[in-house]
């Protein structure tokens, strides 16, 4: 029996809630679990721990393979774990055969509706809303619902018929305040069904205007002092403000679905499959297909759609999907949802399929980062609107102090990554004065015009740090040097979300999140860090030489051949008089020695 490599399975395992499933070696689901966190539940079972039970070590010896699902919460996982061990009914697992495990509110099907909890879900018109994974959770919205509309709880025939007849007579509900009286015509049928209405939007989560009324009761009963009160409304707005008024994996009212979504790459996409049973999941799978003729999206998903559905044997008759695929007349109903239950189940379907996309890639590039190097630069060629690969990336950051010391820094970046040996640095000879455009304009004709001489190859791609001033002044050099239609010239702004193209008034905003923007974002980093270093030295080296240049008889040019061969102005001040006859003559020598003696 072949060992199972735990440690290599639980790196591809993440932080989230959700249900997880184990595998033996004959490909056969023996365990479901469900999770808050599924790295650290899952993790949990191979740390040695002699407390284990003998049933979970046997367990733990069989797995070969590790599936997961992530949903959004904890109460989601739940639920799912639940439909999914009823479905499968893993050896290891309790098995669940009631299938009314959770129960559920009815709002039901009659005049006068009445407003309860039930575990039997009886096909007769009426709205179910749950299921709820907390019990006390719902008997507590319950009775907030009943606190706050007064609605019958009896089981008469509340006809228009029999209530003008006169049938019935009020009951101690109603005199307890709990009831209206609808049975005597004392509450209008429109009155109750807008109540009705209200509570719909309360257990389908739209529940502000009912807490922002709470809220002012709650204020109310503070100002006049009537604390008990307010203590009752406080608690029933904290229970009302943290509810989760229902799952997103399970919903009564969607009975045989399938839903599918798709995330592409350049040479494969992955698909997953979620089956949709009498309001819950039951079945779930993602798969990789690899292209073999740069087929589509649409021609992808329904090959998948086929293949699934003859997996499982599904006669589902609506499908959710993202988009519609090329099925022809299959007597399918596709449905793209924009809204509602289905938008969160194809909501939930992408999020799994993503998550596994980003797993598999990472996997295998981690095997072969020569292919990451290849998407991320495809990406970034199409981010940038560019025609060729960015495998020579320039950037150049320029730096003063207070006007003075100007320098510029470039950076050199192959194939995505820094080539240090090809960083540069210049000082700038023409520019006076704080001119940051004229210190790029400067930087940027003499880098390229030494390329040129040199035949040393222009890059694809030349970042210049700083809005469209400096991006204007690289333009102008290298419209000079004939090459500014040969290469992508982009300004980078400060907040680095807005990236500007010479003559485009308008900037490109990429996604925080992209893998193009922190490349981008490295680079410039780079460039400052290493112009900065740069500028610090010369910087502290003409601050020290601006010293020197107080004394009498030392100039500018005296000045750096002391610092030049004693280092600092610590030896300077240290050296005796036939120290400095190596440097200067005796005049010289003599200035500072007495300069030196005086300011001690």
């Not at 940051?436 to 304009?441: G, S």
Request: hydrophobic share 35%; net charge positive; proline share 3%.
């Amino acid at each position: 029996m072949s060992k199972f490599d735990y440690r290599a399975a639980l790196k591809n395992i993440p932080h989230k809630p959700g249900v997880y499933q184990y595998w033996n070696e004959d490909n056969e689901l023996i365990y479901i679990g469900k999770a808050k966190d599924l790295r650290n539940r899952v993790s949990s079972y191979f740390v040695k721990d002699t407390n284990v039970n003998a049933k979970t070590r046997v367990l733990v010896s069989k797995i070969r393979n590790i599936t997961f699902t992530i949903v959004d919460t904890e109460v989601d996982a739940w639920l799912l774990e639940n439909s999914m061990i009823k479905k499968h009914q893993p050896r290891y697992n309790v098995l669940l055969k009631d299938d009314k495990t959770y129960p559920w509110i009815i709002i039901k099907n009659e005049n006068y509706p009445r407003i309860f909890w039930t575990r039997r879900i009886v096909k007769d018109g009426s709205r179910y809303l749950g299921p709820y994974a907390s019990i006390s959770m719902m008997h507590a919205i319950l009775g907030l619902i009943k606190e706050t509309y007064p609605l019958r709880t009896c089981n008469l025939a509340l006809t228009r018929q029999n209530i003008e007849a006169g049938k019935f007579k009020v009951c101690l509900e109603y005199q307890l305040g709990n009831c209206k009286g609808p049975c005597q015509d004392f509450q209008t049928e429109e009155d109750y069904e807008s109540n009705i209405e209200e509570i719909k939007d309360i257990l389908n989560g739209k529940i502000g205007s009912v807490l922002r009324r709470m809220k002012a009761e709650l204020e109310n009963a503070i100002a006049n002092m009537n604390y008990e009160l307010a203590h009752r409304l406080k608690r029933k707005f904290d229970l009302l403000e943290n509810y989760q008024s229902k799952s997103t994996v399970v919903n009564s009212s969607i009975t045989d679905v399938d839903v599918f979504s798709i995330a592409s790459e350049e040479k494969m996409a992955f698909v997953n499959f979620l089956k949709v049973m009498n309001g819950t999941i039951i079945q779930t799978q993602t798969i990789e297909i690899k292209k073999k003729l740069d087929e589509s999206d649409e021609e992808l998903l329904t090959l998948a759609i086929m293949e699934f559905r003859s997996r499982y044997n599904s006669t589902s008759k609506e499908v959710i999907v993202p988009f519609k695929p090329d099925l022809g007349d299959a007597g399918i109903k596709f449905t793209i949802p924009k809204l509602g239950e289905k938008r969160k189940l194809l909501d939930l379907s992408q999020k799994n399929v993503q998550f596994f996309k980003k797993e598999r890639i990472d996997q295998y590039e981690k095997l072969n980062p020569e292919v990451r190097t290849e998407r991320l630069l495809t990406q970034m060629m199409k981010d940038l609107r560019m025609n060729q690969l960015p495998r020579h990336i320039e950037c150049f950051d320029n730096s003063n102090f207070q006007g003075k010391y100007p320098v510029s820094a470039i950076v050199v970046f192959k194939d995505g990554k820094p080539s240090k040996k090809d960083y540069r640095h210049f000082n700038v000879k023409t520019v006076e004065g704080p001119n940051d455009f004229a210190t790029m304009e400067e930087a940027v004709f003499r880098r390229y015009r030494r390329v040129l001489d040199e035949d040393t190859g222009l890059p694809q791609l030349i970042l210049i740090d700083g809005g469209k001033g400096q991006l204007s002044s690289a333009m102008k050099s290298l419209r000079l040097l004939g090459i500014d239609k040969q290469v992508t010239v982009i300004g980078i702004a400060k907040r680095l979300e807005e990236l500007y193209y010479p003559g485009d008034q308008y900037p490109l905003y990429l996604d925080k999140k992209s893998e193009t923007l922190k490349v981008i974002q490295y680079l410039r980093d780079e460039a400052h860090r290493f112009g900065i270093t740069f500028h610090r030295k010369k910087r502290d080296k003409g601050t020290l030489a601006t010293e020197l240049e107080l004394i009498d008889g030392i100039g500018k040019t005296t000045a750096e051949k002391l610092l030049k061969y004693f280092k600092s102005v610590k030896k300077i001040r240290e050296a005796n008089e036939e120290a400095l006859l190596e440097v200067i003559n005796l005049k010289q020598a003599k200035a500072i020695l007495a300069y030196f003696n005086s300011t001690n």
